[in-house]
């Protein structure tokens, strides 16, 4: 022993600290993988080992890893058994580590419950800290729910540093397990009026958090709050207390005016700015609420607007954003107090900071009026010319449009030139835009009549210069705008000055490098143009034009049909097509303009944005359902020459029309040499030309041999669009020109106004009368709402959209906090049996011997004891930690809460005697006194028996040292005792060990299976270890193994003839089919001759059945469940021949299917059972004469034949 000690401390001294880690990885930068993988093997070395200290120092180098960005989940057993030390500095660093690296998936948390209540409840005050201050970084329901009681214990405790991370943990359990809220209330609100103020803090902060979002429940404490916004100091308490405030304020308008006096004060004596913006938002809040009751208000909305001013002007970024972010609010209910700082706003637009600059844009959009509107526009086009980067410029070209447009172009007066801002928008180069532009051109040429003209003259133009876009040819680009410059064109033709240049711009020859849509809407309108042209020919009686212009498009419109876009092509053929048909119709002499003109008679409207959905569906329509028969074979498509190419491949096509121009354009070696000759005489005798090599004529020909002008390419410059624009674009309409107008007519407006002052309106008259101008202007044009709808349907028609949904957590989190506490809603104490539904673990230690002893001692429970005993005969050890983490389903912890609220133990106490007849019940004459004794002794017995459990429990669990119950029956109405049931099965046995398993499921893990085997070594002489148990995952249930394709190690060795339980977990995603595993035990054999690998295949078999959980059900739930119009479907029925009666029948199938009996009556039964992914199952069995019936309803029909069948082999 003393070898292994210094043996261990010399390891240790050799073993790398976490400050070598670091200096290592530091001194290995170029192989830092390489380095850290070596060390990760010595870690895992490490951790194998037995020694407290190295294990500590192993997890804490993990840690360090951790958060350089490595994997170490494989180590989250060894991290928990960190946790478990005795030590602090050794805890401490357990705790840290599953902070950092423990998530709601980590499996071996449900192992961890007893140990993090040991050490929440230690009598070591920095033991109990650090637990919680871990528990809060990885809370799961499971743990929220078991540990909720004692956490909400430790909120009185006498030590303020306990009461504070109590109350801030309880915050992570109202979010994972919401019914603690109700329970654990009054000591929160206890916690306001506290003594220590970090404890008052911490509560305030956590009834902030949850007020966030559901302030009404929390109405009634405004008094407390406002008692502690006046008495504190503390500047963060204030913030949340204020923040509350603004929340509450708008439930209830009176609290407002109470407010506005300290929150006043605040603002003018706090030199903090958060707490100044938040008094600034709350004050914003408050006059929002009260704006009716308080008319003398703009006293404060100035002091507000005065300090935000301040913010906005502080040099720090963070204070200008919150100070742009509360003018934003304020804005919303006092618009014309922001705008007078619209010059501060603007400045913003210049800040360095793109977030800033966001803001403000946001800012404007609400500043703007009819009188500024030109102004505000004009800067913002301003500075679009000078913002670097496409994004940035984007958004200021978006927010233009939504600025303009707002409100059904409410602040538009002269449409003129918002038509020419929108054509300027048009040469800013790389925007993504282009279709943004397009839509609103369009709907302002549509919607406002009178400014069609001037809108259709500026598209003319665009059209005319289309070659200037037509380098842009991506999706959304600015080439764009040509779609609504065509559309527009074609569908006013008649308002055009010339139709016939725009009819000529759309052939040119860059229009087919743009995108296809944009092509096909070419196509369309070029036939609009034509019918306009031809319709005012004939008019005027010139034949000759109708030919010449239907000779234009004959000749042009092939260019469009050879396009790759089969939209493009579809439109140019028939335009061609109708083209040649109405050609001959002229040979003939026939007039054919009014007929053409009649294919695009007709206004065209806008179509309303949710006119799709007010679409109604025709009666009997079926998309689903084939319109002709489907074709019983498939058609052989045969390779035939497309129609549209003269049989070659268009590959071949083009690489021969390029070889023909290239032999055009190739010269004889004589005329290549005269036109050399000509061009060096030309040079020579040229003054202006720099020679290379001075006058002699052999340097000349030299140098002409280096640089062959004919070899140097010609390249197509891609010209800036803003230089080529301001040459090509000269016809269109500026902003400017309308702005200065405006400015103009402004002006004489003024001089106006101070004439008709001087004659005898002054002061607050002549101001008011400006104040009203600003809504005195009124637009020029009007703006036509007329949208089309479906048949039968309106705009103002309902839309039947569903509100947004709130999140899960916070709509269970919305409690009446003021109504009484009900009994059904307290929380669940610390217990792990009730009389009659959980199987005492076996004596580990004296305490739990005393128990037993204490046991037997009381012969009243005889029977109960009995009973305990033959449940325990079929597992030895089981491990009760895991169904106090909820993976096995108790009816005292996880049922009892999923519950209906009638159904009680008097419920299941009444079942059982209506299924037992009353043999096995008490005699109903029992005297007063015999029950009062029976209930002190059971309570006394009860008290010990937790306590007992409690203590017997340290540290981690392992399968060696605690004890587990099996899956939860129904045994508490039905005496099984002298039946014998078991659910323990044989999974595979040879010479030297036999092994049985069990399945248990719990409600809160839906797909979680634990998989109990007890091993047992048949071998008299013999040692099994070295267990490995590995399984064959299927796609449906898989192992769950620290590392993936690695067996899991049983954590013990078997001595000879020796038996212990280990748990195995699976995860399993479907649980209508049983689940059939392949498996492999491969063990290590050791006798005193040596040792031999021995390996046994099994086959697990996990039924349907074993899915069940027996839920209690009240007859009314069952009847809903059952009723038509019930959500259980599928159907399943079973009949067979039993032998024994019908007593012991419903025994075992309620055994067997893990079914609640609902109700019995005479030879018939109701049962009742729930599988653990939601799956409902109903059984109905009668028994007549030897022959049982039993029926079934279930929502899933798999599902339930599967647990018919099973049951039925087993009752057979």
């Not at 991290?79 to 357990?94: A, C, D, L, N, P």
């Not at 966001?358 to 102004?375: I, P, T």
């Not at 005269?674 to 720099?690: C, G, K, T």
Request: aromatic content about 6%.
């Amino acid at each position: 022993m003393a070898l292994k000690r210094v043996k261990m401390n010399i390891d240790r001294v050799l073993d790398k600290n976490l400050q070598d880690l670091v200096r290592g990885i530091r001194n290995h930068k170029d192989e830092e993988s390489k380095y850290i993988s070596d060390c990760l093997d010595e870690i895992k070395q490490e951790l194998k080992s037995g020694d407290h200290q190295a294990k500590s120092n192993a997890v804490g180098k993990l840690l360090y890893l951790q958060m350089l960005g490595y994997e170490i989940s494989w180590a989250a057993f060894n991290i928990i058994e960190v946790m478990s030390s005795s030590k602090f500095t050794q805890k401490r660093i357990g705790y840290l580590t599953a902070s950092q690296s423990f998530h709601a998936d980590t499996d071996v948390l449900m192992l961890a419950t007893n140990m993090i209540r040991k050490d929440i409840c230690s009598s070591q005050m920095y033991d109990s800290g650090v637990a919680l201050s871990g528990l809060a970084c990885f809370t799961t329901p499971d743990l929220a729910q078991d540990l909720a009681n004692d956490i909400m214990s430790l909120m009185t405790s006498t030590r303020p540093y306990l009461r504070k991370k109590a109350i801030l943990l309880m915050y992570k359990i109202y979010l994972n397990y919401p019914d603690a809220l109700r329970p654990s209330f009054p000591r929160l609100k206890e916690r306001l009026e506290d003594t220590d103020p970090g404890v008052q803090c911490a509560a305030v902060n956590v009834i902030c958090e949850l007020a966030r979002k559901n302030p009404k429940n929390y109405l009634s404490l405004a008094p407390t709050f406002f008692k502690l916004m006046t008495n504190s100091s503390n500047n963060w308490m204030l913030i949340k207390i204020i923040k509350l405030f603004g929340a509450l304020t708008p439930l209830e308008p009176r609290l407002g005016k109470k407010l506005i006096e300290p929150l006043t004060n605040l603002i003018h004596s706090t030199s903090a700015m958060s707490l100044l913006y938040e008094c600034i938002n709350t004050v914003i809040a408050v006059l929002v609420s009260i704006s009716t009751d308080l008319p003398n208000h703009t006293t404060s909305v100035q002091l507000c607007v005065q300090k935000l001013r301040v913010l906005i002007e502080d040099s720090d970024q963070n204070l200008k954003y919150l100070g742009l972010l509360a003018f934003g609010k304020i804005l919303k209910s006092h618009p014309k107090s922001v705008q007078a700082h619209k010059d501060l706003v603007l400045q913003c637009l210049d800040d360095r900071d793109e977030s800033i600059r966001l803001r403000a844009l946001d800012l404007l959009y609400g500043m703007v009026s009819k009188k500024n509107l030109m102004e505000i526009v004009r800067k913002l086009m301003v500075h679009m010319e000078k913002a670097e980067g496409t994004t940035y410029r984007d958004e200021l070209m978006n927010k233009v449009i939504e600025i303009c447009t707002q409100n059904n172009y409410q602040h538009v007066v002269n449409f003129e030139w918002y038509v020419s801002v929108l054509v300027e928008l048009t040469k800013m180069k790389d925007t993504q835009h282009g279709k943004l532009l397009a839509d609103h051109m369009m709907d302002v040429a549509i919607r406002v009549v009178a400014i069609r003209k001037f809108a259709v003259g500026q598209m003319a133009i665009l059209l005319e210069n289309s070659h200037l876009f037509a380098h842009n040819s991506q999706r959304k680009g600015i080439c764009e705008i040509l779609f609504a410059a065509a559309w527009l064109c074609g569908e006013y033709a008649e308002l055009l000055p010339n139709a016939l240049e725009s009819l000529e711009a759309m052939f040119k020859p860059k229009v087919t490098s743009l995108p296809g849509h944009v092509q096909s809407v070419f196509v369309q309108n070029i036939v609009k143009l034509y019918s306009a042209i031809i319709m005012k020919a004939e008019v005027d009686g010139d034949e000759a034009k109708v030919r010449e212009v239907g000779q234009i498009l004959l000749d042009k419109l092939p260019m469009f049909a050879q396009s790759s876009d089969l939209e493009v092509q579809e439109r140019a053929c028939s335009a061609l097509q109708l083209l040649k048909y109405i050609h001959k119709l002229l040979d003939k002499g026939v007039p054919v303009s009014e007929e053409v003109s009649f294919l695009f008679a007709g206004d065209l409207n806008p179509v309303a944005v949710k006119a799709q959905k007010k679409v109604p569906i025709p009666e009997g329509l079926d998309l689903d359902q084939w319109i002709n028969k489907p074709p019983s074979k498939p058609v052989e498509v045969q390779n035939k020459a497309s129609i549209f190419s003269s049989g070659k491949d268009d590959s071949v096509l083009r690489g021969e029309s390029e070889k023909k121009r290239r032999k055009a354009k190739e010269l004889s070696e004589e005329e290549l040499k005269a036109q050399r000759e000509a061009r060096l005489q030309a040079q020579a005798s040229n003054p202006h030309y720099l020679k290379l090599g001075g006058p002699s004529p052999r340097k000349a020909e030299k140098a002409e041999e280096i640089i062959n002008v004919d070899d140097i390419p010609i390249e197509t410059l891609d010209i800036g669009m803003d230089i080529e624009m301001s040459k090509g674009l000269d016809g269109l309409a500026s902003s400017d020109k309308y702005y200065l107008e405006a400015m103009n007519a402004e002006k004489s407006k003024r001089k106006q106004k101070r004439k008709e002052g001087k004659k005898g309106k002054k002061g607050k008259k002549k101001s008011s009368a400006a104040v009203a101008s600003d809504d005195e202007i009124t637009p020029t044009h009007h703006v036509s709402s007329v949208v089309d709808m479906p048949e039968g349907m309106t705009a103002a028609d309902s839309d039947n959209e569903d509100d947004d949904q709130k999140d899960e957590i916070i709509k269970k989190l919305d409690i009446n906090l003021d109504e009484p506490l009900r009994d059904d809603e307290k929380l669940p104490t610390r217990q792990h049996r009730v009389e009659g539904t959980h199987v005492l673990p076996e004596p580990v230690d004296n305490g739990s011997a005393i128990l037993e002893k204490k046991k037997k001692k009381k012969k009243k429970e005889k029977t109960s004891s009995k009973q305990a005993k033959s449940e325990r005969s079929g597992s030895k050890s089981l491990s009760a930690e895991l169904a106090q983490a909820g993976i096995i389903d108790t009816p005292s912890s996880a049922l009892d809460l999923l519950s209906p609220p009638d159904t009680s133990s008097s419920t299941v106490e009444s079942a059982a005697a209506r299924l037992t007849n009353g043999s096995n019940d008490a005699s109903p004459n029992t005297s007063k006194k015999e029950k009062s004794r029976d209930k002190k002794k059971s309570k006394s017995s009860k008290r010990h028996k937790d306590k007992s459990l409690y203590e017997v429990a340290e540290g981690v669990t392992t399968p060696s040292k605690e004890h587990l119950s099996g899956t939860a029956t129904p045994t508490n109405i039905l005496d099984l005792s002298s039946l014998n049931l078991t659910n323990y099965r044989k999974l595979a046995a040879d010479e030297n060990l036999s092994m049985e398993f069990e399945a248990r499921v719990s409600m809160q893990q839906a797909n979680t299976l634990v998989v109990s085997v007890v091993f047992e070594n048949l071998n008299s002489s013999c040692t099994l270890k070295s267990m490995d148990f590995n399984i064959l995952d299927s796609m449906n249930t898989k192992l769950v193994r620290e590392t993936s394709d690695t067996a899991v190690k049983v954590p013990f060795e078997l001595m000879p003839l020796v038996r212990n339980e280990a748990q195995f977990v699976f995860s399993v995603q479907s649980l209508s089919l049983p689940q059939k595993l392949k498996g492999t035990l491969v063990y290590i054999l050791k006798d005193q001759e040596g040792s031999s690998q021995q390996k046994l295949d099994f086959r697990l078999v996990i039924p349907c059945r074993d899915f069940l959980v027996a839920v209690p059900c009240s007859a009314d739930s069952l009847a809903q469940l059952l009723a038509p119009e019930g959500q259980l479907t599928a159907k399943y029925s079973k009949r067979l021949t039993v032998k024994t009666d019908f007593k012991t029948t419903l025994a075992k199938l309620s055994f067997y299917a893990h079914a609640h009996v609902v109700e019995q009556m005479d030879n018939t039964a109701s049962l009742y059972a729930s599988s653990t992914q939601g799956h409902h199952v109903c059984l109905l069995v009668k028994l007549q004469g030897e022959l049982l019936s039993i029926d079934g309803k279930s929502s899933d029909s798999s599902f339930l034949s599967n647990v018919i069948d099973e049951v039925t082999e087993l009752l057979k």
